[in-house]
């Protein structure tokens, strides 16, 4: 088990340099959900596609350039979001992703310069191979379960803490937690801020660890939401960063899809499952909202025939 540290706010200022430096703030599209109006906060517009891009620049650049090669494991998003900041940084890294990753996050990730291993069944046999990777003297980058990659995902909180006045409810896809942490860190600063995190409802490890009072194990079912789905790392410390948040609702794969549809239809925005789970709680009725409420769409990379099947549906 790795002994990680909780980010601090030394952390959250140096990530908020780093993601600044590189990155233009992300729009806010408004929309009109079950008769209310909510914002769309567009993680679609990052290069990467993803708001993984944050993290990843935000602990690369705690790294010398030239230095150790870094190594990640990752369901697309942040293995895209390591190899961009690689890229850009002037490093080596190695990206590990299970053998049935989506298409088209392999198919991204094979446009960099970096070294893609397929690896295991899912993303914990991906996640495992990585650590052991790191071993061999490389830099491990967790996607959720680091201290710079979380203060780097507080990032997207930030920019929209700046953007609007509160009070706010937020709502945050939630996988190994990281983002939703970084959102939670944010937050100390801002009562008028409520979080409402949102899971699929066939992977929840991070509500069962906060429910639990500690790391769980828990069983993964499929989901088209793949950048949610998994286990986290033996000892994580986003369960215990999330713990005070005001609540990690699920959804099903129906309402997932649903979600998809309508912000394509409606919207017009191209959204992965792992980034529509926000605005399917919002449809579901499982958001109870104060203020303003700002939707973390947080990610566009889905593979073509998924998204043509379920907009045929």
Request: charged share 20%.
């Amino acid at each position: 088990m790795r002994s990680v540290r909780r980010p601090t706010t030394t952390d959250l200022e140096r990530a908020a340099e780093a993601v600044s430096a590189h990155l233009r703030p992300t729009p806010l599209l408004p929309v009109n959900i079950a008769g209310d109006e909510v914002l769309l906060k567009l993680e679609t517009f990052q290069p990467t596609g993803s708001f993984k891009v944050r993290g990843a620049l935000a602990a690369l650049s705690m790294q010398a350039a030239g230095s150790a090669r870094v190594v990640a494991a990752s369901a697309g998003n942040h293995g895209l979001g390591v190899a961009y900041a690689a890229t850009a940084l002037g490093m080596a890294a190695t990206v590990v992703v299970s053998n049935n990753a989506s298409p088209a996050k392999v198919e991204a990730l094979r446009r960099f310069g970096v070294e893609l291993v397929q690896h295991g069944a899912d993303y914990d046999a991906a996640e495992a191979h990585a650590l052991t990777l790191a071993e061999q003297g490389a830099v491990f980058v967790s996607g959720y379960n680091d201290p710079h990659v979380i203060a780097g995902q507080a990032t997207l909180a930030a920019e929209v803490g700046a953007a609007i006045d509160g009070p706010l409810t937020l709502v945050v896809p939630v996988g190994g937690g990281g983002l939703l942490a970084g959102t939670a860190l944010w937050a100390k600063r801002r009562p008028d801020v409520r979080i409402v995190g949102v899971e699929a409802a066939a992977s929840r490890a991070v509500s069962s660890a906060v429910a639990a009072g500690h790391w769980v194990e828990v069983s993964v079912g499929e989901t088209l939401a793949d950048g949610l789905a998994g286990n986290m790392e033996a000892g994580c410390i986003t369960p215990e960063l999330v713990r005070d948040v005001d609540r990690i609702v699920a959804v099903t794969e129906p309402q997932i899809e649903e979600a998809i549809r309508f912000l394509a239809t409606t919207a017009g925005v191209v959204v992965e499952a792992s980034g529509a789970v926000g605005v399917a709680a919002l449809m579901a009725g499982k958001v109870d909202s104060v203020g303003r409420t700002v939707v973390f769409i947080t990610g566009r990379n889905i593979a073509r025939p998924v998204l043509v099947r379920i907009l045929a549906d």
